[in-house]
């Protein structure tokens, strides 16, 4: 079988020559254990983080050490009381074509319920990323009917269902914020975004204004830096943000962390900021992935997904990422 292995540690951005593929046999399973069969591998911004150890959620990384991730297997031998042949689980299997699971809860091995549906789902809509927009926009944000909502990062994998599980919650006003044009039309005509804002080519700041004259009262940031100051400078009384992530700041050093002017506005607005981690809600997530399939079949969240095939793509899939060519969930086909 095949397997991705960290070749050098990157500095600055990933690169090709970071990564080396290998070949080495499929492994026994052990009581406790099952063997699995990678359908779909996701590849998500934190994987850079996981290469320099900049994590405290995954365990640290060497050179030559298979490369972290989760994504959508098949059991295919159990040894566990848990799992039988042919479940259908999301997990941590790093980049390899078969893994070894063990039932400990390093893994967050999760069972899925809903696999009448793709199962490529189990990497975007119907994976952490899909709780995640349901984590924060009903549960951080406790977002209601008539609400006025702004999303960054909006065609990326969390963003693209954001938009849509807001709008099933009956927000009013939906706006994303997503580089380029063709994004930007994507989140009209195809992610339910009520509008849109390319931040690369248009003036960011004078368009919130345009769409937000009474003001924003939910942002679901997963940019972070100078945009999220500029929010906090429209937000409107009792307004919720949800710290979701900071992509602008991922690649760069502490000193040059944009220094927020506007963060008084929290208490003169009476708002209130939450950072949140989807790790930290385990027990909630079979809800979640009920709550999104259910929203799917009734056609309120058509997810969108980007998916490249073979297991040779994975490091093309994540470099990719971080030049934003994206659009919805990135992920890789191994098999079905
Ligand atoms: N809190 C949690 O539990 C949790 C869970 C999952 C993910 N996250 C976080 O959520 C965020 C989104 O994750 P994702 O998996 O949806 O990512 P994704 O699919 O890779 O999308 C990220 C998008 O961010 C945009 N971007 C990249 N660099 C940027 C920059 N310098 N400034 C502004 N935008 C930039 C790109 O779109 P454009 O071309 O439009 O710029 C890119 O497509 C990340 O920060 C991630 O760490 C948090």
């Not at 080396?20 to 069969?37: A, N």
């Not at 999303?151 to 009013?172: D, E, Q, T």
Request: include cysteine.
């Amino acid at each position: 079988m095949k397997q991705w292995v960290m070749a050098k540690r990157p500095i600055g951005l990933v690169k090709p020559t970071d990564f080396r593929l290998e070949e080495t046999s499929i492994p026994e399973i052990e009581e406790g254990q099952v063997l699995v069969k990678t359908l779909y591998l996701g590849v998500a911004p934190v994987m850079l983080r996981y290469m320099t150890n900049e994590t405290e959620f995954e365990r640290p990384m060497n050179n030559g050490d298979v490369m972290h991730g989760r994504g959508v297997a098949r059991v295919v031998k159990s040894k566990c009381g848990k799992f039988k042949e042919g479940d259908i689980i999301q997990t941590k299997l790093r980049w390899r074509e078969y893994a070894v699971i063990e039932d400990d809860p390093y893994y967050m091995t999760y069972k899925m319920n809903n696999t009448d549906l793709s199962l490529s789902y189990g990497c975007g809509a119907l994976s952490m990323n899909g709780f995640t927009s349901l984590l924060g926009m009903r549960d951080i944000c406790h977002v209601k009917k008539g609400d006025q909502v702004l999303v960054s990062g909006a065609a990326g994998s969390v963003g693209s269902m954001a938009g849509f599980v807001a709008k099933a919650l009956g927000c009013k006003k939906v706006i994303g914020i997503a580089g380029g044009k063709q994004k930007c039309h994507l989140l009209k005509e195809r992610l339910g975004y009520d509008g849109a804002i390319d931040y690369k080519e248009e003036g960011l700041y004078e368009k919130l204004d345009q769409y937000f004259p009474d003001g924003i009262d939910v942002f679901f940031d997963n940019v972070g830096g100078e945009l999220l100051d500029e929010v906090l400078a429209r937000i409107n009384r009792r307004a919720r943000i949800a710290i979701c992530g900071r992509i602008s700041e991922y690649l760069i050093p502490p000193e040059q962390y944009h220094r927020p002017r506007n963060l008084y506005r929290i208490g003169l607005k009476d708002a209130k900021m939450e950072g949140f981690f989807i790790y930290d809600y385990q027990g909630r997530h079979s809800e979640y992935e009920n709550q999104l399939a259910q929203w799917i079949r009734e056609g309120k969240i058509n997810p969108l997904e980007d998916i490249a095939v073979g297991i040779e793509e994975m490091p093309n899939a994540l470099i990719s990422l971080y030049k934003g060519t994206n659009g919805g969930t990135r992920m890789v086909k191994l098999d079905s």
